[in-house]
């Protein structure tokens, strides 16, 4: 049928990501570094993103294109379900193909930890306060607050033992750079994943949150994410997942501007 939809001019899209949140089907995604329309189905040819684009790279077209399915929406939406159409696919790093089942996922792990030793699963202490306490100057060293390895969202399988009932820390790949108290006001007591919205698959990000929310039933996830537009998409995935694994478990969004502070303590 011919009907009006979105058209996205790649040429002019930087992939800021501000076009996401605002469609409300999750018809467009970032995939390597460009928004695209994922699905004509998912597009409902209104246009809510066209306003929220600062390089006027969306425009409302009439073309030939499948009806609207406002039911495969929801389904994307409560991370159901991922569009997929044959004019591209999406970009999944080569090492972290998604599974669908925890026994899946053990395999999984046991073919990471045994093709690389830089990624088998670690698991460490951390010295306790006290005795750290004792043994400090005037001014103490700093210690680093990581219990574990590996840390990369694509590389920690679902089944890690630090991961089980853990508070998780979701941090964008930056955001340790910008904060300068990341270990001690952020990573403490927690178990952490890295991640880059803009650089990998988001919708493949929703899909292994999900996964390791129903395996290992984490406490809460703090999501530390940069100011910048395309770092949203993080939180938006930890949100996704957990509607979609266990709606009980709280996402915490923290943001950090680009000059290091927490936006919480700008105000």
Known sequence: MIRKIVQINEELCDGCGLCVPS???????????????????????????????????????????????????????????????????????????????????????????????????????????????????????????????????????PTAPYLQNAHILLAADCVPFAYADFHDRMLKGKALLVGCPKLDDVQWYIQKLAQIIAVAQPSSITVAYMEVPCCAGLVRAAQLAAASANPEVKIQPLMVTVSGQLAEEQR
């Not at 699905?39 to 006027?56: H, K, M, Q, T």
């Not at 991370?79 to 591209?88: L, M, N």
């Not at 998604?98 to 088998?120: E, F, K, L, V, W």
């Open 23 to 157: 469609c409300a089907e999750g018809a467009i995604q970032i995939i390597n570094g460009k928004a695209k329309l994922v699905s004509d189905r998912l597009c409902d040819g209104l246009g809510a993103c066209i306003g929220e684009c600062p390089r006027g790279a969306i425009s409302i077209i009439e073309r030939e294109a499948e009806a609207f399915d406002e039911s495969l929406a929801q389904k994307v939406l409560q991370g159901k379900q991922v569009p997929t159409e044959q004019r591209f696919s999406f970009h999944k790093p080569a090492h972290a193909e998604p599974h669908t089942s925890a026994a899946a996922s053990r395999q999984h792990a046991g073919r990471i930890g045994g093709s690389c030793p830089g990624t088998r699963v670690l698991q460490f202490e951390t010295p306790s306060d006290n005795a750290v306490s004792k043994a400090a100057s005037a001014e103490p060293e700093k210690r680093s607050q990581l219990r574990q390895w590996p840390v990369q969202l694509a590389l920690v399988p």
